[in-house]
């Protein structure tokens, strides 16, 4: 990790590991230093470092191979959804034609409302959380915008009464 913040969110590294190549082993202080981070990416490394009980350089090392392996993709802020003006949730799942996924993802990553897209097995293709300001809003996006992207099949919208923070 290079530059003189000892903050670790303030590296905003984003690393991606390499295709064919298997993330390394974590030792118990590797996976403690991943709890730590999930609970609070701002940890400075010398704090990370005092709560996971190494030394200061060992922790610099640690962080950057986690990094350099794709283990810790990146260092992001949470945010509290309702509190930015998008009180309405919704996973949306999607019904889609075959091999339209790489089509289909270039156009979700258009669309600022879609937080998150998975691939899934089962009854439907891919699942979407959705972000809106208000019913009205999720109703463009789910109407206007998911659905005339060409490959869509069918869409299926299931409110989000409460968002449970399990970190």
Request: glycine share 6%; no cysteine.
């Given at each position: 990790?290079?530059?003189?913040?000892?903050?670790?969110?303030?590296?905003?590294?984003?690393?991606?590991?390499?295709?064919?190549?298997?993330?390394?082993?974590?030792?118990?202080?590797?996976?403690?230093?991943?709890?730590?981070?999930?609970?609070?990416?701002?940890?400075s490394v010398r704090v990370l470092a005092e709560r996971v009980n190494i030394s200061r350089a060992n922790a610099y090392s640690r962080l950057a191979r986690l990094v350099e392996t794709g283990v810790l993709t990146r260092f992001t802020a949470r945010v509290d959804p309702a509190k930015v003006g998008l009180s309405t949730s919704a996973y949306v799942t999607l019904n889609v034609r075959q091999n339209s996924w790489r089509h289909l993802t270039e156009h979700l990553r258009r669309i600022p409302e879609v937080e998150h897209m998975a691939l899934v097995g089962g009854e439907?293709?891919?699942?979407?959380?959705?972000?809106?300001?208000?019913?009205?809003?999720?109703?463009?996006?789910?109407?206007?915008?998911?659905?005339?992207?060409?490959?869509?099949?069918?869409?299926?919208?299931?409110?989000?009464?409460?968002?449970?923070?399990?970190?």
């Open positions: 990790m290079s530059g003189s913040s000892n903050d670790v969110s303030s590296q905003g590294a984003t690393a991606t590991p390499r295709p064919g190549r298997l993330a390394p082993a974590l030792d118990e202080i590797d996976q403690r230093i991943v709890r730590e981070l999930t609970t609070d990416g701002r940890l439907f293709d891919v699942m979407l959380l959705v972000r809106a300001t208000d019913n009205e809003h999720l109703r463009h996006v789910v109407l206007d915008r998911l659905q005339d992207i060409p490959g869509v099949l069918g869409t299926h919208t299931t409110l989000i009464f409460e968002d449970i923070d399990n970190h």
